[in-house]
């Protein structure tokens, strides 16, 4: 099992940015593939970004294309989220999740979130 931790989330003014730290402990793997969901309130949690093993293959929603970046350094076993022009519709709780399987986030291992506040 793999645990995570996630860091650097706060309140930020629209247009700010935040860079978001997944920490990943326990049975690290390189190999795994890395993402990040969000869940703001009422709303059920949607995928936003993730990154495969090298780090060579990323994809995101479309929400974000554009505006946040995904990142991993192996030799850290860790997972970064940089989120730039953060607009009021971003908040929500970001969660780091790490899929052994390559096809089902649900079958891996997932943080506990870290609060991102944008305000108008």
């Known amino acids: 099992q793999v645990h995570l931790v996630e860091s650097g989330g706060g309140l930020v003014q629209a247009g700010g940015s935040l860079r978001l730290s997944c920490a990943a402990s326990?049975?690290?793997?390189?190999?795994?593939?890395m993402g990040w969901f969000r869940q703001a309130p009422g709303k059920e949690r949607e995928f936003v970004a993730a990154i495969n093993w090298s780090g060579g293959y990323t994809y995101y929603a479309d929400s974000v294309k554009g505006r946040f970046t995904i990142a991993r350094d192996n030799t850290k076993n860790t997972a970064y989220l940089q989120m730039n022009a953060l607009k009021p519709e971003d908040t929500a709780v970001y969660y780091c999740?790490?899929?052994?399987?390559?096809?089902?986030?649900?079958?891996?291992?997932w943080g506990q979130g870290t609060q991102v506040t944008v305000s108008s």
């Open positions: 326990g049975r690290t793997s390189s190999t795994y593939r």
């Open positions: 999740a790490a899929d052994p399987t390559g096809s089902d986030w649900l079958r891996g291992s």
